[in-house]
């Protein structure tokens, strides 16, 4: 009792559900999967575990700077950007075909004939999330190495929000083109392959670091090292291997703070392209 009188903010740190924030860097759309997810947490940490979905990368990042959720699984273009204070730490990465990295796939229907990022100018092209690495940043490097923007380069642009939705948007010909997540891509390509094969890849860009699980500063530590190693444990039991053959993914390893660092160059390269707009083009 004494104990407890004393430490408030501790006993009420372990009262509250553990909130775990989810965008479209995963499929989100397999319901019962995250219900499988959510129970294997809980019993693992000892905690009652919350999935919070979210559409966009910047609203996962807003409940996390708002202190509304405590780990959240974001993508690489968001984790460097830069935040004074800081408000998230690397927790994990996940490990896809051998390694914690992924890559752009810039896409188009299977039909097309384009068979070059330069063939879709002047086309509609979809976007995954001005926060995505793969969906927005990546394409984005592409343009300005020709000193164009999205304005200028393409005919009309869109974000989906999903990146799932883009290539679907492709694969019905809503838009001539788009960027999106080599992981979700072929995660699509396992499960639906339907969809995929209606579009083809044109172009795949270097591997980046893949996108990372985050925890929220201020976090109480005994949560933090609970959940890091119930993901990075994922692979030594039965259940947990399944869980991780559902997402096509090897496990969860500890990475440094360098794997994001082809990332963070072509985030700078971009702020600096973008410093010559006022407005910024992408806002």
Same mark, same amino acid.
């Given at each position: ?27 989100? @759309? ?12 809980? #019993? ?15 609203? =996962? ?21 830069? !935040?004074?204070? @800081?408000? =998230? ?25 384009? !068979? ?31 000193? #164009? ?22 694969? #019905? ?20 392959? #339907?969809?995929? @094969? ?25 949560? =933090? ?38 990332? !963070? ?19």
């Amino acid at each position: 009792m004494l104990l407890a009188c004393c430490s408030p903010g501790i006993a009420a740190d372990h009262e509250r559900p553990v909130r775990f924030g989810l965008t479209a860097v995963v499929v989100t @759309e397999n319901l019962r999967f995250l219900d499988q997810w959510d129970l294997y947490l809980e #019993e693992k940490t000892g905690r009652q575990v919350e999935f919070v979905l979210r559409r966009s990368y910047r609203e =996962i990042m807003d409940l996390l700077d708002s202190g509304i959720i405590d780990f959240a699984w974001i993508c690489g273009f968001p984790y460097v950007q830069p !935040r004074t204070p @800081e408000s =998230i730490q690397l927790l994990t990465v996940p490990v896809y075909r051998g390694a914690p990295r992924y890559h752009s796939y810039i896409i188009v229907p299977h039909g097309s004939e384009d !068979r070059g990022f330069r063939d879709l100018q002047g086309k509609i092209f979809a976007f995954s999330d001005p926060d995505s690495n793969s969906g927005f940043l990546y394409p984005l490097s592409l343009m300005i190495k020709q000193n #164009e923007n999205p304005e200028t380069y393409f005919r009309q642009t869109f974000f989906t929000f999903n990146h799932a939705e883009t290539v679907q948007a492709v694969a #019905e010909q809503f838009a001539d083109g788009g960027a999106v997540d080599s992981y979700i891509w072929e995660y699509l390509a396992a499960f639906s392959p #339907e969809v995929t @094969e209606k579009t083809r890849i044109i172009k795949k860009s270097p591997s980046f670091g893949f996108p990372p699980i985050v925890a929220r500063v201020g976090v109480n530590p005994d949560t =933090i090292r609970q959940m890091k190693e119930t993901l990075q444990n994922m692979d030594l039991d039965d259940t947990g291997r399944s869980l991780l053959g559902q997402l096509k993914l090897d496990g969860f390893e500890p990475q440094a703070d360098s794997l994001f660092n082809e990332i !963070r160059a072509i985030a700078t390269d971009v702020r600096h392209y973008q410093s010559r707009f006022s407005p910024p083009f992408n806002d």
